[in-house]
């Protein structure tokens, strides 16, 4: 027997819809990401909130000056902490994409250190996983990923984490949208 999974707080259809709701979702579906999907589709429960999380998103992902590796390593790295698996999902396919190794994704996907990161990668890894398990980093590691990335580029770092980490707790709270599929980490306790 399959059980049907049903989430705290629906998605906003676009029957549904209100007109301020309306004008923030058609920002959305002309620009890149093409429409509202996933934690969007939650977040329209508030407009406000959910105009500025879609512009802080989309200077994230399509402005930010991070490179593409080092932005969707970020964000495995908090899906993985949050055990987010819409999260994951979307953007595991993006880091390979963007030339992070899938023996990489997937030793995150199960905890472990990854080992087959380059350089750069490994130090935004360590940067992002201690920002996340200690609330800080470490001055070598900081000083290193500055080295790299420069200032701009280590508050677009700080950033990131803290966006998707607030769209998986939006997820996570409103279990929608649900995960299909068992991921190594949704079986943790």
Not at 8 to 17: G, K, N, P
Request: hydrophobic share 50%.
């Amino acid at each position: 027997m399959t059980l049907v999974h049903q989430p705290r707080i629906a998605s906003v259809t676009s029957e549904a819809m209100t007109e301020a709701q309306r004008s923030v979702a058609a920002v959305v579906a002309a620009g890149p990401r093409g429409g509202v999907r996933g934690p969007f589709a939650v977040l329209l429960h508030s407009p406000q909130a959910f105009d500025a999380a879609q512009r802080l998103g989309a200077y994230l992902r399509f402005e930010s000056a991070l490179r593409a590796d080092l932005r969707e390593l970020a964000v495995l790295v908090t899906a993985r902490f949050w055990k987010q698996p819409y999260e994951w999902r979307a953007h595991a396919p993006l880091a390979e994409q963007a030339g992070v190794d899938p023996l990489a994704i997937d030793a995150l996907a199960h905890g472990r250190e990854p080992a087959t990161l380059s350089a750069d990668q490994a130090l935004v890894w360590r940067f992002c996983a201690q920002l996340h398990a200690k609330t800080k980093v470490d001055d070598a590691v900081f000083a290193a990923v500055q080295a790299l990335i420069g200032e701009a580029g280590v508050i677009d770092l700080c950033v990131v984490c803290g966006y998707y980490a607030m769209l998986a707790m939006v997820i996570n709270v409103a279990q929608n949208p649900p995960g299909d599929g068992a991921l190594p980490f949704e079986q943790e306790p």
